[in-house]
């Protein structure tokens, strides 16, 4: 309890300042109803692939088969991964959202764009995710905290927030 509270009281400052940058893309999000759509699911995904890493790496802190070393293979092979797999999910992601807004009528956005745009925020978001579960498990390893307490939690907050401003980032660039 004592180890992880102010990181959880730090976790939830970091959620509402989430809240807060959503509700200033309102206006667009009406606007582009398949943005709407888009938003929950590229947090989600951004947490679960931030997840995944900071599983395997725990995983592999917990075995002392990793190093964090520029040279570490079974890191750099894990960060590829991650990012391999946002380049085959959020295209399908970005497809997902036009079509269930093709059903329901309001699409707004062309196909092409919100594939675009789903998968340049999911690019983004696995490399950040990398960047964080990564300096994270090292922090948790440094400072002799369990990575299995402290990465996901850590992940899956920052991924929320980058995730709403990359996803917007993404839509003012590429809309």
Known sequence: MRRMLPVLVVLTSI?????L?????ESTLLRYPTLLVLVPVTIGMAGNLGSILAARLSTAVHLG???FEPTDDRLAGNALATVALALTV???VGAGAWALQALLGTV??????????ATTSGVVLAALAVVVTTATAYAAYRFELDPDDVVIPVVTNVCDVFGV???FGAVRVLV
């Open 165 to 167: 401003l990359v996803l």
């Open 90 to 92: 959020f295209p399908l």
């Open 15 to 19: 959620e509402l300042g989430s809240g």
């Open 65 to 67: 088969i990793v190093s």
């Open 21 to 25: 940058v959503l509700d200033t893309f």
């Open 108 to 117: 707004r956005l062309p196909f092409l764009t919100v594939v675009v745009v």
